[in-house]
């Protein structure tokens, strides 16, 4: 059985806040299956965004694990809003977790997708 959405970001806030980095929820969306999109502010103050990894990517031996691709890179935040708003548009139901953390990589941080 998959994670719900509300358990999946509650337990990414805590951990990565538990490391000394920063992470907020900046939209609660539908506490069962509500898309996330993460907000990365990297050290130079450009956004990245990343988004759910399409259902291809996903490992068949661990189909519950979350995966996440990236959108948008080094973009300037009103662009990573801009692109936000037209997902809210869509699909109201969406979290977004905004992240700061210029310690390390991100893949230690929340699951990346294989290219």
Do not use: C, H
């Amino acid at each position: 059985m998959r994670l719900t959405s509300e358990f999946w970001v509650s337990a990414l806030v805590r951990r990565i806040n538990g490391t000394g980095a920063f992470a907020a929820l900046s939209n609660k969306g539908a506490s069962e299956a509500g898309a996330i999109f993460i907000k990365f502010r990297n050290p130079d103050g450009t956004y990245d965004l990343f988004g759910p990894a399409p259902q291809m990517v996903y490992d068949e031996a661990k189909p519950d694990e979350r995966q996440f691709t990236p959108l948008k890179s080094s973009t300037a935040e009103s662009d990573v809003d801009a692109d936000l708003e037209k997902q809210k548009r869509w699909d109201r139901d969406l979290w977004i977790i905004e992240i700061e953390d210029y310690r390390g990589e991100r893949s230690e941080l929340f699951p990346l997708a294989k290219d």
